[in-house]
């Protein structure tokens, strides 16, 4: 059986590994990977969406309703800014069976997602990917 890891994410971080979890699972994958990675995806879209709604609550508290009714945070956004940002500092611990890079080889994504996740790759598979580079560069 796999070994689980875990791993320490600041929630600020959350917003981009989730686009890049998206697109990683709109792709076909080997089942034993997508399975993995989807229950990683719910893990984080989980703390996702306790984020949001504490954003919303701070949003409420400080926001203000224009013409349109709609409600924004534009006067006190200062306020709203100083109790937000360290709760973006704050981190969750993921639990996660790391992917194999070799299982999900041949898949179209950018550096930038494969650089959001990263830590979730297994050591081995970033070994190779080091090695490559030592190769290239």
């Given at each position: 059986?796999?070994?689980?890891?875990?791993?320490?994410?600041?929630?600020?971080?959350?917003?981009?590994?989730?686009?890049?979890?998206?697109?990683?699972?709109?792709?076909?994958?080997?089942?034993?990977?997508?399975?993995?990675?989807?229950?990683?995806?719910?893990?984080?879209?989980?703390?996702?969406?306790?984020?949001?709604?504490?954003?919303?609550?701070?949003?409420?508290?400080?926001?203000?309703?224009d013409e349109?009714?709609?409600?924004?945070?534009?006067?006190?956004?200062?306020?709203?800014?100083?109790?937000?940002?360290?709760?973006?500092?704050?981190?969750?611990?993921?639990?996660?069976?790391?992917?194999?890079?070799?299982d999900i080889?041949?898949?179209?994504?950018?550096?930038?997602?494969?650089?959001?996740?990263?830590?979730?790759?297994?050591?081995?598979?970033e070994n190779?990917?080091?090695?490559?580079?030592?190769?290239?560069?």
């Amino acid at each position: 059986m796999a070994e689980v890891k875990t791993a320490k994410i600041k929630l600020s971080e959350l917003r981009d590994i989730t686009g890049s979890l998206s697109k990683v699972l709109s792709q076909d994958l080997p089942v034993k990977q997508a399975y993995r990675l989807s229950k990683l995806a719910k893990a984080v879209q989980a703390e996702m969406k306790e984020l949001n709604e504490l954003r919303e609550r701070l949003i409420k508290k400080y926001g203000e309703r224009d013409e349109q009714g709609n409600l924004a945070v534009k006067s006190r956004l200062e306020e709203f800014q100083a109790e937000f940002t360290p709760i973006l500092d704050e981190e969750v611990e993921l639990s996660f069976i790391p992917l194999d890079l070799n299982d999900i080889d041949g898949l179209k994504i950018s550096p930038l997602d494969i650089a959001n996740l990263e830590m979730f790759i297994d050591e081995k598979s970033e070994n190779l990917l080091a090695d490559e580079k030592e190769k290239v560069g």
